[in-house]
């Protein structure tokens, strides 16, 4: 174990700060370490493992594709990129889709595709177009997308940034409405704050800014590539509230825990923005990564894994809302994405993760401040079980 964390410090970058543990491999919601030790999955690789580890259906559908045909780039057409457009536009109600590799790809070609909808259909002056953004929000690490975000440390070093950024209060609507100019192109917004601490908006929220975008001819664009697919108990957290997008932005759990698979979405007239040589990837929609895709979403489906996370995602808020500790500040969330927030006069978040990782559990903080829940959907009654287990121990011990 220590020789595998010695070469990736002493070779990789300091980049992230991993806990002090080796991992070898995993099954479903388990994973072991190289000393053999099991633990319970309760992060998912930050919602891009949902169906499990090594599903067995989507590393099948990797080993008959693999050796047929992987990349062929989008200079060619291949017998299977087409099949995975139409599932997932036939999902989402979407007309048309854009593949790519990681999330921030996607973001970045929504950012793209909102601007130049803005200067050739709305018609906003050249080099004017806004997006509006809220505070708080994460669409990844790019120079682009850090430009907008709110969190220093993202920002700190890498500027300057990108213009065209308008950033506002999350969760309030009136903020919206008083941001909005002619030159605005875009809201785009995250249906749950993920990275932030899992925090959910007030209800109604994205009903008001969906009849708000409308009302003002600005492109709605959801980042569902935390909370779709599954992760909130529906297919799109936005179905919650009936909510349908203009635009909207899958990943992580698309490439089924086993390739970088992402998706812009969108109406036609947004997308058809697009002509060849405007924007492009050499991996994205290729052969492998459409066949794992189509049968991640195939999954989803036939072994009702969204069903499954409304169900098991109601059992675990309730069992740690029993949880009678003045640790706990708040339990937050929808589905199998929840985050505990901490009072940090007992402990900091760091600390009580790296004392469920002791007891056999994995997850995470964020911000020090909450402790992120969101396991594999294919999670057992037994393990959700053993996992509460865990946390109420570890909670209670930190409360005196």
Known sequence: MNN????EQRYGAINYDPLPMVLSHGLGAELWDTSGKRYIDMMSAYSAVSHGHSHPRLVNALMQQAPRLAICSRAFYSDRLGVFLKRACDLTQMDK???????????ETAIKAARKWAYTVKKVVDDQAEIIVCRGNFHGRTTTVVGMSSKPQYQFGFGPFAPGFKTIEYGDANALSAAITSNTAAFLVEP????????????GYLQAVEKICRENNVLLILDEIQTGLGRTGKFLACEHENVKPDALILGKALGGGLLPVSLFLSRRDVMNVFTPGDHGSTFGGNALAATVALEALNVLFDENLIQRSAEFGD???RGLSEISSPLIKEVRGKGLFIGVELDLRYAKGRDVVLQLLAQGLLSYETHDTVIRLAPPLVISKEQLDEALTILKKVLLTNSA
């Open 4 to 7: 595998s964390i010695e070469l």
């Open 192 to 203: 749950i704050q993920g990275e932030r601490g899992i925090v959910v908006p007030p209800k």
């Open 315 to 317: 059992y675990l808020y």
């Open 97 to 107: 889709a854009l593949p790519m590799n990681t999330g921030v790809e996607a973001v």
